[in-house]
């Protein structure tokens, strides 16, 4: 079902990133974590993202975008929720590292891989292959990396241990 409280004026709010801060200060004070980064994929990218630029550096060792929403419905409950999404939000006021992780053959209409091909540079993990089965946009096909997840997953672990990014994985 759709996403009926985290609307985009939320997830671009201090409100928002001040929830973030208390839940990162929570985890310091009864687990000792230090390093915090804030992943998203597909409709979690807009709070990835926002939350990329309203907590800074200082905060997060980094933010990773997976699937992400470029492309939005141009109006209805879907544009209330995700508001601007396109490939043009403002990635240098992000102080922390970013990753980004994109099948380059993702089906789904929201996400296609070109934007962030262009946007992302070297910071790109692109996923090839995979299994092209089900729903697009759902949590199985190429959208969700079905096929290439423990390449993801090494992937992203190996860019917060190291910094390095794998520029393609998979086929």
Not at 10 to 27: F, P
Not at 105 to 129: H, I
């Amino acid at each position: 079902p759709p996403a009926t409280k985290c609307h985009d004026d939320y997830r671009g709010s201090k409100q928002h990133a001040d929830d973030v801060r208390r839940i990162m200060a929570r985890l310091r004070e009864q687990h000792g974590l230090r390093n915090f980064y804030i992943l998203g994929h597909s409709v979690g990218t807009v709070s990835s993202r926002r939350l990329a630029m309203n907590i800074g550096k200082d905060e997060i060792a980094g933010s990773i975008h997976s699937a992400t929403i470029n492309v939005a419905s141009p109006r209805g409950h879907l544009a209330t929720v995700l508001g601007n999404v396109s490939g043009d939000f403002p990635r240098k006021s992000a102080g922390a590292p970013m990753l980004h992780v994109h099948n380059e053959k993702d089906a789904c209409r929201v996400t296609p891989y070109e934007p962030v091909r262009d946007y992302a540079g070297d910071n790109l993990v692109t996923v090839r292959g995979g299994i092209a089965e089900g729903d697009p946009c759902g949590a199985g096909h190429l959208h969700s990396h079905q096929g290439r997840e423990e390449l993801v997953v090494r992937a992203i672990v190996s860019w917060i241990k190291t910094r390095k990014v794998n520029r393609f994985i998979g086929a």
